[in-house]
């Protein structure tokens, strides 16, 4: 290998951003089917975790390298939301609800609540069972609007791609964020900057005022 093509792949590599989710939603909504077959394509009909799990996953996005960090949640009971640690790890939330169940849906409103102001996504799952429907796709688009958030109604147990854009979705949303956050602490920088500056030359002018 050459030398150009060894500091090509460190650049890559010091180029990769990480973007640490997590997916929220009430127990049975398909959480970890939605991680796993984002993560692997692969669909599991049944997954029953008792506890929190972790994934890393490196992936391209918009032709940029990003490395996931996934936190699939586990709520005991739909009365059990998201901690404060978990919040604070995030740099942003999948909200995942199932179209057929009514009470998952209302658990994302209450979510909402105690989430502060990060990146979201809204996914309304198992949108392969339409005849079993109990929220709407208008109620979804209603909830996004008021979140201000991306929206996608999707079937784990049969999309692939569909499911791999939330992700992607998030990511963006994440690194927009990140860049906005930047920009604000820079143009705070230069705000103080001028002003010292600003400071500066009118004492500069006082000074040079003739004595009394």
């Known amino acids: ?4 093509a060894i500091r090509g792949i460190r650049r890559k590599k010091s180029s990769l951003s990480e973007v640490k989710v997590a997916v929220v939603g009430a127990p049975g ?3 970890s089917a939605l991680t796993v077959r984002f993560l692997t394509r692969r669909y599991i009909g049944e997954y029953d975790h008792q506890a929190e799990t972790r994934y890393k996953h490196e ?3 918009d032709g940029e390298p990003v490395l996931f960090e996934i936190l699939d949640t586990c709520p005991k009971g739909e009365d059990e939301l998201p901690s404060n640690e978990t919040l604070n790890w995030a740099d942003g939330c999948l909200l995942v609800y199932a179209i057929t169940d009514r009470r998952s849906f209302n658990y994302i409103r209450r ?3 105690i989430l502060s102001d990060m990146p979201l996504v809204l996914v309304g799952n198992k949108g392969d069972m339409v005849h079993l429907r109990q929220v709407s796709t208008e109620e979804g688009e209603i ?3 008021d979140y201000e958030c991306w929206f996608q109604e999707v079937a784990a147990a049969e999309q692939v791609q569909q499911v791999g854009e939330v992700f992607h979705e998030l990511c963006r949303e994440v690194l927009n964020a990140r860049r906005k956050n930047k920009q604000s602490l820079l143009d ?3 705000g103080n900057k001028a002003t ?3 400071t500066y030359a009118r004492g500069k002018s006082d000074s040079s005022l003739p004595k009394d």
């Open 29 to 31: 909504v398909g959480k």
């Open 1 to 4: 290998m050459t030398s150009n």
């Open 111 to 113: 979510a909402k609540q």
């Open 196 to 198: 010292t500056v600003r």
């Open 188 to 190: 705070r920088m230069l």
């Open 59 to 61: 992936v391209l996005v």
């Open 143 to 145: 909830l996004a609007k």
